[in-house]
């Protein structure tokens, strides 16, 4: 088959989300580059025949940024600044009551403050939470000696989060040397 039959066959072949639309151009060694349309829309760019052939190129590079897009997204919930407001409340709920290590656990996990089973999973926090209401509000605990589960926790305002602080004993200072009554 010559040339010019094996460019009539590469008229309008797809590959992958290009159409081969019209032959552009030659190199010196007489490999061939076609003009090709996307399946997004984008303006037609030049692809070589054997990149085409090979499977090399698929797209405009469209389908190249869904795919980082989807694998770098978690449970629809990471945008490309980075995680969800909800997904880093979830993720910092985890850290303080299950990470001894963590700068407040000492606060959380380390008086007894748990995580319902449940909302181990982030899927199930957001399904119970939801979005929350505006970038003032934060999780709070309905009961602050309570666990946090689906019943004790809210989307909060900061003056509904300083009605509800818990009861803090006071500190007791002793001198070196107690007064002798």
């Known amino acids: ?36 349309q996307c399946d997004c829309g984008s ?13 090399d190129v698929e797209s405009c590079g469209c389908l190249q940024k869904k795919r980082t897009s989807e694998a770098n ?14 997904y880093r409340t979830w993720h910092m709920i ?3 009551c299950l990470n001894p290590k963590a700068d407040n656990y000492n606060y959380y ?14 899927e199930n926090f957001f399904a119970d939470m939801g979005t929350r209401p505006s970038l003032k509000h934060s ?8 666990n946090y589960e689906p019943n004790n926790c809210r989307w909060a305002t900061p003056k509904e989060q300083a009605n509800n602080r818990r009861k803090r004993k006071p500190k007791i200072t002793l001198d070196k040397d107690p007064p002798i009554k």
């Not at 010559?2 to 007489?30: H, W, Y």
């Not at 709070?140 to 309570?146: A, C, E, L, Q, V």
């Open 43 to 55: 303006e037609p760019k030049e692809h070589a025949a054997y990149s085409l052939k090979r499977g």
């Open 139 to 146: 999780i709070d605990r309905k009961n602050t000696n309570g």
């Open 73 to 86: 997204t978690t449970h629809g919930q990471t945008p490309v600044s980075g995680h969800s407001p909800e």
């Open 109 to 122: 996990g380390g008086r007894g403050i748990s995580v319902c089973e449940r909302w181990l999973s982030f």
């Open 1 to 36: 088959m010559g040339v010019i039959e094996k460019d009539l066959i590469f008229k309008g072949r797809k590959f992958g989300l290009l159409t081969a639309t019209q032959l552009s151009s030659r190199d010196s060694r007489g490999r061939a580059f076609w003009l090709c």
């Open 94 to 96: 985890l850290n303080r």
